[in-house]
């Protein structure tokens, strides 16, 4: 494998300018019902990036909209809050009259004109998977906050052509071109908006995987990234993905575009995802892991999401939110599965996936929101609540990522035991890709309750009974008893437990959070039930003392290591301005982690269960 990488990388070194097949024709009559932007760069210092369409109209007025939103990133970001310097004119050169009439929404009188030449500048200045980028060197483009459309013009052929500084060797687009005009094609706008754009130098190292082709681009502070051992990482992974589904759903080339300048975010594509993480992540096996994880996520969605996705989602409003009730399904699932298949991938070891698993047990029962909002309505208030987090969300609120996955880990445990290992999770979601698919009769979405009724189908009325309470109810779901079928139990507070087996204190706290990177000790959250709850502490109160002492943000530990379970403690706090004391008494620290390990006694078919989740051999002591 290692070697097909390298050739393949060495063949690609060679156009400056990414080509993949068209597989498209294009002629005169095409072009005169077809949309051609054009990209430009000369306020690139400033981060501008210059759009101009070429658009058809047949009437006297033409609308063009800017999108609000992205897909996959379920808020509304007011894209068209960076647009300047708009302006519109007929073939000839002349002006055409133009009016703003909403916030995303411009009009142009066309004066009887068959095509307008419309054109703008769009301000390029946050780099995050969901927005766009520009400097001196590079242009990272997410296609909602820099194209338009027309009612008219959505379904038609979107030709994008891309002009590059002199100083930028080419252009990386998972869309089919550049043609002989130096024109990418996409099918329609909402192929054009899928389909980010990235320009300036970077580093691709392609391969193959279960038929299909795909590359690795790299962008970024990339001296301590080794882009061939993560390709080949990358290329197990494919494999065991389009081996789990049993399709290749890719016309063309997937791109894996890494931006390697910071932060851990993701955000899929038909044919591509755009992630971002640090240049040092490869020194430290758990950011890697993280890494790897985050790019099976956003593959899976190639299937679960971007070509069989919730009813809802069949056809984007770009102007106002989409609700679905189903993200727990689209995005839940996908985190069970992101980690789940690293290791049937054999790209992490049987003990980092049982890691990765308890962190994701630990995440989702810290948080007290998950007891008072269920997985369906987490997913349909999206809109206002995951993406627009308050100080109380963790009360308040359930992470339909979290939740989901958890869901998923005991449906697929509760199918494999209903069924005695013939039937599992994986079974229903390839069924439900058979009939939801592209290619199904659903056409490429799903309705509400469709998985329940192939669980049905699968395993019996229980199972589904279960599914629906988990997904529409506050429900826990069964977690221990889960675990203890593969002859696994979970640790729920390991530094008590080594406390206590050490006769030492264990570790205490008042039931709060701490914002991070701030000088200052500043609360970010207080969980409902809590001592500090109790006492009154509020988010984004300072505390400046313990028991009358000073604590900082660098001896604040200490000073709460040093009280005991059970007492009370006098805090002083800074509100508004105000001092103020109040008491809370000490209580148990919250578990930074959980520990899965195994059961004392693990029997020979609990083994064997636990192989065929994990996709490998295991050797458990007995």
Same mark, same amino acid.
């Given at each position: 494998?290692?070697?097909?990488?390298?050739?393949?990388?060495?063949?690609?070194?060679?156009?400056?300018?990414?080509?993949?097949?068209?597989?498209?024709?294009?002629?005169?009559?095409?072009?005169?019902?077809?949309?051609?932007?054009?990209? !430009?760069?000369?306020?690139?210092?400033?981060?501008?990036?210059?759009?101009?369409?070429?658009?058809?109209?047949?009437?006297?007025?033409?609308?063009?909209?800017?999108?609000?939103?992205?897909?996959?990133?379920?808020?509304?970001? /007011?894209?068209?809050?960076?647009?300047?310097?708009?302006?519109?004119?007929?073939?000839?050169? !002349?002006?055409?009259?133009?009016?703003?009439?909403?916030?995303?929404?411009?009009?142009?009188?066309?004066?009887?004109?068959?095509?307008?030449?419309?054109?703008?500048?769009?301000?390029?200045?946050?780099?995050?998977?969901?927005?766009s980028w520009v400097e001196q060197d590079v242009a990272l483009l997410n296609g909602a906050g820099i194209f338009m459309y027309s009612d008219s013009s959505r379904d038609m052929t979107q030709f994008l052509e891309v002009e590059l500084p002199a100083d930028w060797p080419g252009v990386v687009v998972a869309l089919p071109g550049p043609d002989e005009s130096g024109r990418y094609r996409a099918r329609n706008f909402d192929e054009l908006v899928d389909s980010p754009i990235l320009a300036g130098d970077s580093r691709k190292t392609p391969f193959?995987?279960?038929?299909?082709?795909?590359?690795?681009?790299? =962008?970024?502070?990339?001296?301590?990234?080794?882009?061939?051992?993560?390709?080949? /990482?990358?290329?197990?992974?494919?494999?065991?993905?389009?081996?789990?589904?049993?399709?290749?759903?890719?016309?063309?080339?997937?791109?894996?575009?890494?931006?390697?300048?910071?932060?851990?975010?993701?955000?899929?594509?038909?044919?591509?995802?755009?992630?971002?993480?640090?240049?040092?992540?490869?020194?430290?096996?758990?950011?890697?892991?993280?890494?790897?994880?985050?790019?099976?996520?956003?593959?899976?969605?190639?299937?679960?999401?971007?070509?069989?996705?919730?009813?809802?989602?069949?056809?984007? /409003?770009?102007?106002?939110?989409?609700?679905?009730?189903?993200?727990?399904?689209?995005?839940?699932?996908?985190?069970?599965?992101?980690?789940?298949?690293?290791?049937?991938?054999?790209?992490?070891?049987?003990?980092?996936?049982?890691?990765?698993?308890?962190?994701?047990?630990?995440?989702?029962?810290?948080?007290?929101?998950?007891?008072?909002?269920?997985?369906?309505?987490?997913?349909?208030?999206?809109?206002?609540?995951?993406?627009?987090?308050?100080?109380?969300?963790?009360?308040?609120?359930?992470?339909? =990522?979290?939740?989901? !996955?958890?869901?998923?880990?005991?449906?697929?445990?509760?199918?494999?035991?209903?069924?005695?290992?013939?039937?599992?999770?994986?079974?229903?979601?390839?069924?439900? =890709?058979?009939?939801?698919?592209?290619?199904?009769?659903?056409?490429?979405?799903?309705?509400?309750?469709?998985?329940?009724?192939?669980?049905? /189908?699968?395993?019996?009325?229980?199972?589904?009974?279960?599914?629906?309470?988990?997904?529409?109810?506050?429900?826990?779901?069964?977690?221990?008893?889960?675990?203890?079928?593969?002859?696994?139990?979970?640790?729920?507070?390991?530094?008590?437990?080594?406390?206590?087996?050490?006769?030492?204190?264990?570790?205490?706290?008042?039931?709060?959070?701490?914002?991070?990177?701030?000088?200052?000790?500043?609360?970010?959250?207080?969980?409902?039930?809590?001592?500090?709850?109790?006492?009154?502490?509020?988010?984004?109160?300072?505390?400046?003392?313990?028991?009358?002492?000073?604590?900082?943000?660098?001896?604040?530990?200490?000073?709460?290591?040093?009280?005991?379970?059970?007492?009370?403690?006098?805090?002083?706090?800074?509100?508004?301005?105000?001092?103020?004391?109040?008491?809370?008494?000490?209580?148990?620290?919250?578990?930074?982690?959980?520990?899965?390990?195994? !059961?004392?006694?693990?029997?020979?078919?609990?083994?064997?269960?636990?192989?065929?989740?994990?996709?490998?051999?295991?050797?458990?002591?007995?």
């Open positions: 494998m290692l070697a097909t990488i390298l050739l393949a990388l060495l063949a690609s070194l060679a156009p400056a300018i990414e080509v993949q097949a068209t597989g498209h024709d294009v002629d005169a009559s095409g072009d005169r019902q077809s949309v051609h932007h054009r990209l !430009s760069f000369p306020r690139r210092t400033t981060q501008y990036v210059h759009v101009e369409i070429r658009i058809p109209v047949s009437g006297a007025a033409l609308e063009l909209a800017m999108p609000n939103w992205t897909p996959g990133s379920y808020q509304i970001r /007011d894209y068209a809050g960076n647009v300047e310097r708009v302006a519109a004119r007929a073939v000839t050169g !002349s002006e055409l009259p133009l009016t703003k009439i909403a916030k995303n929404r411009w009009l142009v009188e066309t004066g009887g004109a068959e095509e307008v030449r419309f054109e703008y500048d769009v301000w390029a200045g946050s780099l995050s998977v969901q927005d193959e995987a279960g038929g299909a082709r795909f590359a690795l681009v790299d =962008y970024g502070h990339t001296a301590q990234w080794d882009s061939v051992a993560a390709a080949e /990482d990358l290329w197990k992974i494919a494999e065991t993905q389009v081996d789990f589904w049993g399709v290749n759903p890719f016309e063309r080339e997937y791109l894996f575009i890494n931006i390697l300048l910071g932060g851990k975010s993701g955000l899929e594509h038909d044919h591509s995802t755009v992630m971002m993480g640090s240049p040092s992540l490869m020194r430290s096996r758990e950011d890697y892991v993280k890494w790897l994880s985050l790019a099976s996520h956003e593959l899976f969605h190639a299937w679960n999401v971007r070509r069989m996705r919730p009813e809802a989602l069949a056809r984007y /409003d770009y102007d106002e939110e989409v609700y679905t009730s189903q993200l727990w399904l689209a995005e839940g699932l996908t985190s069970y599965y992101d980690n789940l298949l690293l290791s049937r991938a054999k790209v992490v070891s049987a003990q980092e996936f049982l890691e990765l698993l308890a962190a994701e047990f630990q995440q989702y029962e810290i948080q007290p929101g998950r007891l008072v909002t269920s997985a369906e309505l987490a997913s349909f208030d999206s809109w206002i609540r995951h993406y627009q987090p308050t100080a109380n969300l963790i009360n308040s609120n359930s992470n339909y =990522y979290r939740k989901g !996955s958890v869901i998923g880990f005991v449906i697929d445990t509760a199918i494999r035991r209903e069924t005695r290992g013939r039937h599992t999770l994986d079974d229903a979601l390839r069924d439900m =890709y058979q009939r939801y698919g592209p290619e199904g009769p659903g056409a490429g979405t799903y309705p509400e309750g469709a998985l329940a009724a192939i669980v049905e /189908d699968l395993a019996g009325p229980g199972v589904a009974a279960e599914l629906e309470t988990l997904r529409t109810t506050a429900t826990d779901p069964d977690i221990d008893g889960a675990l203890g079928w593969y002859g696994l139990k979970l640790v729920r507070s390991p530094e008590r437990q080594a406390a206590e087996e050490g006769g030492i204190p264990a570790p205490v706290d008042f039931g709060v959070t701490w914002l991070p990177d701030t000088p200052l000790l500043l609360v970010e959250h207080v969980l409902h039930g809590s001592p500090a709850a109790e006492a009154g502490v509020l988010p984004n109160d300072e505390l400046l003392a313990i028991n009358g002492l000073r604590v900082t943000r660098d001896n604040h530990d200490a000073a709460i290591k040093a009280l005991r379970l059970g007492e009370t403690a006098q805090l002083t706090l800074v509100r508004h301005g105000r001092l103020l004391t109040l008491q809370a008494q000490v209580q148990h620290a919250l578990p930074s982690r959980y520990v899965i390990t195994a !059961s004392e006694r693990v029997s020979s078919s609990e083994e064997r269960r636990l192989e065929a989740l994990l996709g490998r051999e295991l050797r458990i002591s007995r």
